[in-house]
C-alpha cells in the first residue's frame, strides 16, 4: 500500500503564502510523477501543478502560473507546493497524488493511483 500525507494548510490574508508538503511513502516510493488538486466547494476537483519525480518537470494550472511553485526533495520522499500572492479563490482543500505508472504529468485525476487526505487552504479577504 501506498501513503500520501499532506500538511501545511491554514488561513492567511489575500496576498500572504503558504507551503504545502505531502511526503510520500510505501508504494508511492515508485511513483513517476506527483500532482497537486484542488477541491472548492461545490466546483470539481481540478489540477494545481505536477511534477515529473525523475527528471523535474513541472506543469501548472492556468490560474496559479506565475503564483505556485511546485518542488521535490527525493532524499525525503516530498513534494512541496509553495503557493505565493495567494487569492480568494485560492481557498479549497488541497490534495496530493501520486501516479505509479507514467512519467508523463497529465492534469486527469483518475491517471492517479494514491491520493492523500487533503489539507484545507483557505484565504480570506
Known amino acids: 500500500q501506498g501513503q500520501l500525507v499532506e500538511s501545511g494548510g491554514g488561513l492567511v490574508q489575500a496576498g500572504g503564502s503558504l507551503r504545502l508538503s505531502c511526503i510520500a511513502s510505501g508504494r508511492t516510493f515508485g511513483a513517476h510523477a506527483m500532482a497537486w488538486f484542488r477541491q472548492a466547494p461545490g466546483k470539481e476537483r481540478e489540477f494545481v501543478s505536477g511534477i515529473n519525480w525523475a527528471g523535474g518537470t513541472t506543469l501548472y494550472g492556468n490560474s496559479v502560473k506565475d503564483r505556485f511553485t511546485i518542488s521535490k526533495e527525493i532524499a525525503k520522499n516530498t513534494v512541496y507546493l509553495q503557493m505565493n500572492r495567494l487569492k480568494p479563490e485560492d481557498t479549497a482543500v488541497y490534495y496530493c497524488?501520486?501516479?505509479?505508472?507514467?512519467?508523463?504529468?497529465?492534469?486527469?485525476?483518475?491517471?492517479?493511483?494514491?491520493w492523500g487526505q487533503g489539507t484545507q487552504v483557505t484565504v480570506s479577504s
Open positions: 497524488a501520486a501516479d505509479i505508472h507514467s512519467m508523463r504529468i497529465t492534469t486527469t485525476r483518475s491517471d492517479y493511483d494514491y
